[in-house]
Structure formats: C-alpha cells, structure tokens
C-alpha cells in the first residue's frame, strides 16, 4: 500500500499560517505596525488604499535592515527577536514568532525597501505567494519602507468573505489607534485614499489620548497611578457622567501590549458600581508594567490574550486603583497641584466672577386674557424646545380642542406638536383610547411622576409612558422620512464644528446620506472634524453637538446588540436620541398632544423597545383592585 502522507509544499503551509494571522487588512496593518516599532522607529507613516484591499503601505525611520536580512524576513520563523524558547519569558518586542512577514507575503503582492542605518545603499525585495520575483540594490532613505499590494488576491475565497469598505476602515482605524495609543513617544501618520486622517504629534499619553478622541475627552479624565512589587498601573479612567451606553474606549496595555481581558475589564467595572448604571460601559486607557516573566504572551496568534502568574493580585490592585482614583478626582473637588496643564486655556476674568441669578416677572400678565399676553408666548403652540408651565385651562374647551384635532388631524395641517407632524400615520392603531377622548365631556392631563402621565375621565383613567410614547412618535416620523420623504433642514446660520473619534467620523461617512433625509447637514472639515451646516427643523439651535453624539453612541450599541438594518437602526437611534427625558415637566397642553400623536401612530400600544406604553383602567378595572 502506497503512503498517503506528504509534507506540504511551504507555499501551502504559509497560506494556512496566513488563515490564523492574517484574517483582514487590519491584522496585516498590525503586524505592519508593530515591526516598525520593534525598528526603534521615531516614525511611522501607514498608507491605505480601498479600505486595505488595494494598498497597505508601512514606512518608517527605524534601524533597517541588510541585503540578506531583507531576503530572510520573509521566511517563516525568521526572526530578530528571539534566541531560545526562555526569551519568551523576557520579551520587550511586540513581534517574536517570525509569521508575520511570511503569513502576508503568502496572500498578497509585496514590495519592501529597506536601508541600515549608516548604509550608503538599500536593498529592494519583490515577493508575490511567496515567491520571490527579485531582489535588487536601490537608494531608499534610511528605514524600512513595505507595500502590501492586492491582499488575498491568490485566496478568492478569503478576499470574499472581506466586508465592505466602511466596516473595513473601521477595523483598520481602531488597530491604529491601538498601537498609536501605546506608543506616544513616535509620530504616526495615517492616509486614506489621499486623504489624511490621523496625524498624532509625539506628546505623553494624555495628549495622545485628546489628539485621537478630541480635546474634549481632557476634562474626562481621571489620571491612575500606583505601583506596588507586582504591577505599575498608569493611565486614565473616564468620569461616572460620560459613560457610555456601548463599548469602544477600553483600553490595557501589558508592557505597551494592547490586550482583551474580560477579568480585568470586570475590576474596572466594579470600581464603577453605584456610580453608572448596569447597562453604561465606563471608558479606560490603562498601562500596565509588569516583569515578564510573570505573562505568558504566547498563547493565541493575535497575541491579544495574555495569562497572569498572579491575576488575582493584580485584579485587586487594579479595582482598588480606579476606585481610589474616581474617590479623589471625580467625587470630590480636584488639589492636584501637578495635574497637566498641556490643554489648560485661561479664563475670562470678567467671565469668572459669580452673577446672581435674577428672574424676570410681568406684571401686566393675566392668566384668563390670552389676548394681551404678548410675553406670554404663543398660546396655540407647544414648544418642545423650551418647555414652559402654563396654567391650566378651562376643561370644556380642552375637550373641544382634543376632539377638532382628532377629527381634522392631517400630516399638513397640524404644525403645533411633537416632531411627528410631518409624519404620515394609519388610522388603524389597534387601540380604542382615541374614542374614548371624542366622547368625553371632561377629562385631565396630569405628569403623575417623572415617568407617567394619567388621563382621567369619568369613567376610569389611562396611563402612558411619557419618554417611551415619544420616542415611538418620533421613530414612525424618522422611519417614514428615510423610505419616503425627508425631514426638513433648518439651515445654521454660524456653523458650529464637531470633533469626531474615529469611529464616529468613520461611521458619519458611511451614513451621511440617511442623515439628510432625518435632517441633519453634515459636511467633512478634515481631521475627523465636521461642520454641521443644517439641523432637523425641530431640533433647538444648541443642542446638535449633544444629540449628535449620543445618536452615533446609540447607533453603534443598536448595530452590535441587535443586528439593526441601517435604516431601522438609525430612526431608532435619533428617536432615542431627542426624545423627551425622563424628569422633565410637561404642560398640561403638551401631555394633550403626546397623546393626540401616539394615538395616530401605527402602533400605538408598545414602544420601540417593545414595552407596553399605554394602559386603560376602567371603572371595573378599579373596582376589582379595590377588592383585592
């Protein structure tokens, strides 16, 4: 019987290798990356074209490399980093298997430059699936210069199964970031398709951190020091009132190693308890220094899993730090006569100085002449920008009001509601409530809790979930607007600009269009930074920066918890958004038209979460509650 086991040609084997290591652009970018560190780089530019698919290109001013050396990085289990099998245990190189180069080289078309220090000339190498096409002298300045051309262009499979461009750059955005947070002390630079997105000037940590997430994140954070025999810690956790309600900026580091460690990630947490809410994630950017020996690094090929000797102890140290920390500079007034002053801006004297609040008092104001209360306001009109408490009016002619509305309610006619006026609604909500309203002679409109509003009337009440209706309001609008009709734009007359993190200013790209039609004019000013030149006619002037970001928060929680369409995801997320909140007061005129609008919606019973957001109780309904 002939042998049927063969050893696998080393192209083979490299493209295997390559199916661990390199799974998207963004793992080459990384392994990319990192070798330029380990070079001893001062700077580090990366190069992208389609999202990775086309062009990755690293370069740097490191240590270079020789003629031979060049030819060698590209075989597997070349390295520089390590000797025997106990250099594992004393790693200060991000890189050490030597798979990284070759895994590439394996799956796409590569072209290094490279040229030593003090060298007069540099070597070029050409490599396609792992084969090389040649290798040549060239002038190249001193450094390493590698281009990733086609990636899995011989792996049609592979490069299939490779998601869209926008989902892409963000996995490259956030590699970058990681090893760019790392490292402080070395410029890096980053291009997409011509266009420049980061470009992170040496500083210390606290200054890359502003210089990646914007100089607002500066007042978020809240500086960690300790060090004790089995761990340093350094870095930054964010304050209790800027946690969000999706995960993103958490960040350790092990030995300047971006790491994904759930136990570690649940010390920071707990240090969070009674301060956020369960379902708000804290932000962190921590460094963590420990003896290497003491980590194993080398059991998974991202290298993104580390194994403590002693994580027990270092869990303990690590929530004990956070809490002490948020204890002094969160909770309590700030002394901290070293605290960074790299982002401090002076003050206004004139602006500093304590005004006394005054209010303002019309005597000439009579509640029962509508017709001479000029200060007053318009009276027809419910403003859900400013909400303003009026006295209560004559119940008879709140019931006639309730009643024309409900019978000549119309998307064009009405203009004095929620954000829902513009929106076109089915008469067949499934809910009898709107009846009952038309054949009352009496009723009240009451906010019984932060949370509740009650409709009573002579023959029982009904409740309704004030923040839930209204978000169920205006999700049916924005959901119409984006398969139908736009919302109108109120167009800005001085612009304000907002800041982006990369995320949010990759995620503005891949959905600009939709934010047109929900009324929002957004245009790019460079450096993850946008003009908002236009917003949504019922959103208050002020106020675009806020809704702004926490509509992108929400927007990236709903696409990872529960898989939304974009179109769903995004009325979902600006319903959620701009929604009343919960505590605020409402006019007994504007409790009326919350629920003159949720009666017309579509479905008007549960919410967008849902939830039931109405419920009537009838006299019999009391009776039986009374008796039990």
């Known amino acids: 019987m002939a042998d049927i086991i063969r050893l696998l040609p080393d192209a083979v084997a490299n493209q295997i290798a390559a199916g661990e290591v390199i799974q998207r652009p963004a793992s080459a970018v990384k392994e990319l990356l990192e070798n330029a560190v380990d070079s001893g780089a001062s700077r580090i530019q990366l190069v992208l074209r389609d999202a990775g698919k086309s062009l990755i290109q690293v370069i740097d001013d490191g240590s270079g490399m020789t003629e031979t050396d060049a030819r060698l990085s590209f075989e597997r289990h070349a390295t520089s980093k390590i000797r025997k099998s106990d250099d594992l245990y004393t790693l200060h190189t991000m890189g050490f298997r030597g798979e990284a180069l070759a895994s590439i080289a394996a799956v796409a078309q590569v072209e290094l430059k490279s040229r030593m220090r003090g060298s007069d000339i540099g070597t070029k190498v050409v490599i396609e699936a792992s084969e090389v096409k040649g290798q040549e002298p060239v002038a190249v300045p001193e450094g390493t210069s590698i281009s990733v051309k086609n990636l899995f262009y011989n792996v049609p499979a592979r490069r299939n199964f490779l998601k869209s461009d926008t989902v892409e750059s963000r996995h490259l955005h956030e590699e970058f970031i990681r090893v760019s947070l790392s490292y402080p002390h070395i410029h890096f630079s980053m291009h997409h398709n011509g266009n420049q997105v980061f470009d992170l000037r040496t500083g210390n940590f606290r200054q890359r951190i502003a210089a990646i997430f914007g100089n607002s994140y500066n007042e978020r954070l809240v500086p960690i020091e300790e060090e004790t025999t089995i761990v340093k810690l350094e870095g930054f956790v964010g304050k209790p009132e800027f946690a969000k309600k999706s995960r993103g900026e958490q960040y350790f580091f092990v030995n300047h190693r971006f790491i994904k460690d759930n136990y570690l990630h649940h010390a920071i947490s707990s240090a969070y308890e009674s301060l956020i809410t369960k379902d708000s994630y804290s932000s962190y950017w921590l460094n963590i220094t420990v003896d290497p020996a003491t980590i194993d690094v080398n059991i998974h090929p991202t290298k993104t899993e580390i194994k403590f000797i002693d994580d027990k102890n270092v869990y303990a140290i690590l929530r004990a730090a956070a809490k002490r920390a948020l204890g002094k500079f969160s909770i309590a007034p700030s002394l901290d006569f070293d605290q960074e002053r790299a982002f401090d801006l002076p003050l206004d004297k004139m602006n500093s100085i304590p005004v006394q609040p005054t209010i303002k008092v019309n005597p000439n ?216 909140k919960m505590g605020r007061k409402l006019a007994s005129r504007e409790l009326k038209q919350l629920a003159m609008d949720l009666l017309h919606c579509e479905t008007a019973n549960y919410g967008v979460n849902g939830k039931q957001l109405i419920k009537q109780f009838g006299a019999e309904d009391i009776y039986n509650l009374l008796q039990h």
Not at 466 to 478: D, F, K, S, V
Not at 483 to 504: G, R
Not at 531 to 555: S, W, Y
Request: glycine share 4%.
């Open 365 to 580: 104001y009579n509640p029962f002449n509508t017709s001479n209360n000029s200060s007053a306001g318009p009276a027809s009109r419910t403003n859900w920008g400013r909400i303003e408490p009026r006295r209560t009016q004559d119940w008879l002619q709140m019931h006639d009001d309730l009643k024309k509305a409900s019978d000549e309610f119309t998307p064009e006619r009405n203009q004095t509601s929620l954000p829902t006026n513009q929106m076109f609604v089915s008469q067949d909500h499934g809910i009898s409530l709107l009846s009952i309203f038309e054949d009352l002679d009496d009723f009240r409109f009451v906010q019984v809790s932060p949370r509740i509003m009650s409709i009573s009337y002579a023959h029982g009440f009904v409740i309704i979930d004030i923040q839930g209706a209204h978000e169920r309001i205006l999700y049916e609008r924005y959901v119409h607007a984006l398969e139908i009709k736009a919302v109108a734009t109120q167009q800005q007359l001085f612009p304000p600009q907002l800041q982006l993190s990369p995320a949010d200013a990759a995620l503005v790209v891949e959905i600009n269009e939709d934010l047109r039609k929900i009324g929002f004019d957004l245009s790019d000013f460079g450096n993850n930074t946008v003009v908002v030149n236009g917003i949504p006619a019922e959103l208050e002037a002020g106020l675009e920066t806020q809704v702004l970001q926490m509509l992108f928060e929400q927007f990236r929680n709903n696409r990872d918890r529960l898989q939304l369409q974009c179109h769903d995801n995004l009325a979902r997320s600006m319903a959620r958004s701009i929604a009343v």
